[in-house]
C-alpha cells in the first residue's frame, strides 16, 4: 500500500503521524511523507527592493519542512515503515492532491485543525479541499478538543 502522509509544523500533523503508526501495518505499506511550503502571497511594492530577503524567508520555509518531514520519517522507520520524503513549494491543498495522483497513492491521511465558523470561511480546510479533490481515499485525523 501507498501511503501518503502530509505534515506541516501543528499538532494535527504529530496526531496523524500517531494515526499511521498505531492503524496500519508496516509490512508492504510504503509511506511518502509531504511538507507544502505556502508561497508568500503578495508582495508589496515597498519590498520590491528587498528580494533577497524574500528568498531567505522561503528558504527558511523549505527547511523548516525538512525537518518536519525528517522528524516523521524518524518516528515512522523507527516503527518499521518504509519511508520516503518530499518538501515542495505550493499551495498545500493542490501539492497534496497532485502528489497523491502523480505517485498512485492509495491513502493519503492528513490532520484537520478542526477549524469552524469564520476561520474556516477565511482560511479555508485543507483536509476539506483534499477529501474532495483526491482520486484516492483520505483519513482525516483529529484530536480531542482541550
Known amino acids: 500500500m501507498k501511503l501518503l502522509l502530509a505534515v506541516d509544523e501543528s499538532e494535527f500533523s504529530e496526531a496523524a503521524v500517531q494515526a499511521v ?3 496500519m501495518r508496516p509490512e508492504n505499506t510504503e509511506v511518502r511523507v509531504l511538507h507544502a ?6 508582495i508589496p511594492y515597498s519590498y520590491m527592493g528587498q528580494i533577497g530577503d524574500i528568498e531567505a524567508v522561503e528558504q527558511e520555509g523549505v527547511e523548516q519542512g ?3 518531514v525528517g522528524h516523521a520519517e524518524q518516528l515512522l522507520t523507527k516503527a518499521g515503515f518504509k519511508t520516503s520524503t518530499l518538501v515542495e ?4 491543498r493542490a501539492m497534496i492532491v497532485d502528489c497523491a495522483k502523480q505517485w498512485n497513492a492509495d491513502l493519503i491521511f492528513v490532520g484537520s485543525h478542526g477549524r469552524k465558523g ?4 477565511l482560511i479555508g480546510s485543507v483536509a ?3 477529501l474532495r ?4 481515499s483520505v483519513e482525516i485525523v483529529r484530536t480531542p478538543r482541550s
Open 66 to 68: 525538512k525537518r518536519l
Open 128 to 130: 476539506e479541499a483534499v
Open 89 to 92: 513549494k505550493g499551495e498545500p
Open 21 to 23: 503508526i498505531r492503524q
Open 37 to 42: 511550503v505556502k508561497p508568500l502571497l503578495v
Open 133 to 136: 479533490h483526491a482520486d484516492c
Open 118 to 121: 469564520l476561520d474556516r470561511l
